[in-house]
């Protein structure tokens, strides 16, 4: 099928139709190109759509920012059209559905497929099939600040020390303010309006600003942060997490640096490149430090990163990695300047005979972090090489001096 090699390697749903321009199956993919593919390889499974692909005469996709609002918009389809191959072809008879109780404090509760046809009061949301769906309730809890405590308490919940409660327990907000702040945006999120969502957020953010409720601002400011970079690893089963690694790793770049200088002169610079399988030399860079006064590789670091990152021809590719050969100071200046780039760092323990990962525990990925334990020694040789590419450099610059 032509269309194949055009689907994007995001995230989003995939829409599957037949002859009759009929909705025959949906689903959510954290990679849409790597997913709709492996249904048109010579492996076939059990699963209905699998063994009926000559079925398939078109192919649609939508893309979303993560897997969660791909978990939601997948739902809302089969909710919306009850795509024959899912709805006959389902490996559970009881999905699972999220409910929006009726309460006066409402609440959000899991409830299975038989409970959905009894008379319940509430927002339903789903079907969600084969998801961790209370991995899903604590993400929409930490987005909405939603409430899992009993109201007027007295005694502060445990969420409420971890400003992921707005005061329900204490009695510090009533029960209008709480839909409107809370239960508003959580339905407006779960029926796929994100985008929306986050337009009017904005505006109340303003708004609060100019009254001077800088609190309830800033409250909005992070929320808003959160929606738009949302961690939802966790959402993934086993077997989907092993399949989403290994895609969302492929052709990971890893750009390492380091510093060489003799003295208070003859400062450089380095910059390698690996990827899984190792180096990428042509991807290597050189910098000639021009501003550091003395001796000092943290101030070298920082005039190489403004250099590499804040460049205004961008047509340097963005790297997954970021390592330094180096402890805290050297971590804590490249986060600094990238802030949005997982960095880690490579030092000598006190023994100088073990080396010491820096800041693993500060990245939030998790894929990412399982990888980095799993490639230690990759990324020790790319520390390595980042070292002896400086100090090649600062010897030839040597040579040409004399």
Same mark, same amino acid.
């Given at each position: 099928?032509?269309?194949?090699?055009?689907?994007?390697?995001?995230?989003?749903?995939?829409?599957?139709?037949?002859?009759?321009?009929?909705?025959?199956?949906?689903?959510?993919?954290?990679?849409?190109?790597?997913?709709?593919?492996?249904?048109?390889?010579?492996?076939?499974?059990?699963?209905?759509?699998? *063994?009926?692909?000559?079925?398939?005469?078109?192919?649609?996709?939508?893309?979303?920012?993560?897997?969660?609002?791909?978990?939601?918009?997948?739902?809302?389809?089969?909710?919306?059209?009850?795509?024959?191959?899912?709805?006959?072809?389902?490996?559970?008879?009881?999905?699972?559905?999220?409910?929006?109780?009726?309460?006066?404090?409402?609440?959000?509760?899991?409830?299975?497929?038989?409970?959905?046809?009894?008379?319940?009061?509430?927002?339903?949301?789903?079907?969600?099939?084969?998801?961790?769906?209370?991995?899903?309730?604590?993400?929409?809890?930490?987005?909405?600040?939603?409430?899992?405590?009993?109201?007027?308490?007295?005694?502060?919940?445990?969420?409420?020390?971890?400003?992921?409660?707005?005061?329900?327990?204490?009695?510090?907000?009533?029960?209008?303010?709480?839909?409107?702040?809370?239960?508003?945006?959580?339905?407006?999120?779960?029926?796929?309006?994100?985008?929306?969502?986050?337009?009017?957020?904005?505006?109340?953010?303003?708004?609060?600003?100019?009254?001077?409720?800088?609190?309830?601002?800033?409250?909005?400011?992070?929320?808003?942060?959160?929606?738009?970079?949302?961690?939802?690893?966790?959402?993934?089963?086993?077997?989907?997490?092993?399949?989403?690694?290994?895609?969302?790793?492929?052709?990971?770049?890893?750009?390492?640096?380091?510093?060489?200088?003799?003295?208070?002169?003859?400062?450089?610079?380095?910059?390698?490149?690996?990827?899984? *399988?190792?180096?990428?030399?042509?991807?290597?860079?050189?910098?000639?430090?021009?501003?550091?006064?003395?001796?000092?590789?943290?101030?070298?670091?920082?005039?190489?990163?403004?250099?590499?990152?804040?460049?205004?021809?961008?047509?340097?590719?963005?790297?997954?990695?970021?390592?330094?050969?180096?402890?805290?100071?050297?971590?804590?200046?490249?986060?600094?300047?990238?802030?949005?780039?997982?960095?880690?760092?490579?030092?000598?323990?006190?023994?100088?005979?073990?080396?010491?990962?820096?800041?693993?525990?500060?990245?939030?990925?998790?894929?990412?972090?399982?990888?980095?334990?799993?490639?230690?020694?990759?990324?020790?040789?790319?520390?390595?090489?980042?070292?002896?590419?400086?100090? *090649?450099?600062?010897?030839?610059?040597?040579?040409?001096?004399?």
């Amino acid at each position: 099928m032509k269309k194949l090699s055009k689907i994007p390697n995001k995230p989003g749903i995939y829409l599957f139709y037949n002859t009759k321009k009929e909705l025959i199956y949906v689903g959510r993919a954290t990679s849409l190109k790597n997913r709709v593919t492996s249904y048109f390889g010579s492996t076939k499974t059990p699963r209905p759509i699998e *063994n009926n692909v000559s079925q398939i005469k078109n192919i649609k996709w939508i893309v979303t920012d993560s897997l969660i609002e791909a978990i939601i918009l997948e739902a809302n389809y089969i909710k919306k059209y009850q795509p024959k191959y899912n709805v006959d072809g389902k490996d559970d008879k009881s999905w699972n559905y999220l409910l929006i109780t009726k309460d006066k404090y409402p609440r959000l509760e899991v409830i299975r497929q038989h409970e959905v046809k009894k008379k319940i009061k509430g927002y339903i949301f789903g079907p969600f099939p084969g998801i961790k769906t209370k991995e899903m309730l604590k993400i929409l809890q930490k987005i909405f600040n939603i409430s899992t405590c009993q109201p007027n308490a007295k005694k502060p919940c445990f969420y409420y020390q971890m400003h992921q409660c707005l005061g329900v327990c204490t009695g510090e907000i009533n029960s209008m303010d709480y839909k409107d702040k809370v239960i508003k945006p959580l339905i407006q999120f779960l029926r796929g309006n994100k985008k929306r969502l986050i337009g009017e957020l904005a505006k109340k953010m303003k708004n609060e600003s100019r009254k001077e409720n800088f609190e309830e601002a800033g409250r909005l400011r992070n929320q808003i942060g959160k929606l738009k970079h949302i961690q939802d690893v966790s959402l993934l089963t086993k077997d989907f997490y092993e399949k989403d690694l290994k895609n969302r790793l492929k052709g990971i770049r890893i750009e390492g640096y380091d510093i060489s200088n003799l003295g208070e002169t003859g400062k450089v610079g380095s910059m390698v490149v690996f990827d899984e *399988n190792g180096p990428v030399k042509s991807e290597y860079r050189k910098f000639k430090i021009k501003t550091v006064e003395g001796q000092s590789d943290v101030a070298c670091l920082k005039e190489i990163f403004y250099r590499r990152f804040l460049r205004k021809t961008g047509d340097w590719p963005k790297p997954d990695l970021i390592l330094v050969d180096g402890g805290r100071p050297q971590v804590n200046v490249a986060k600094k300047i990238i802030p949005k780039i997982p960095i880690i760092g490579i030092a000598k323990g006190k023994s100088r005979k073990k080396d010491e990962f820096i800041g693993i525990s500060s990245i939030q990925e998790k894929y990412l972090k399982e990888w980095i334990e799993k490639n230690k020694t990759l990324l020790i040789q790319a520390r390595d090489e980042a070292h002896r590419f400086a100090i *090649n450099y600062q010897r030839k610059l040597r040579k040409l001096q004399i």
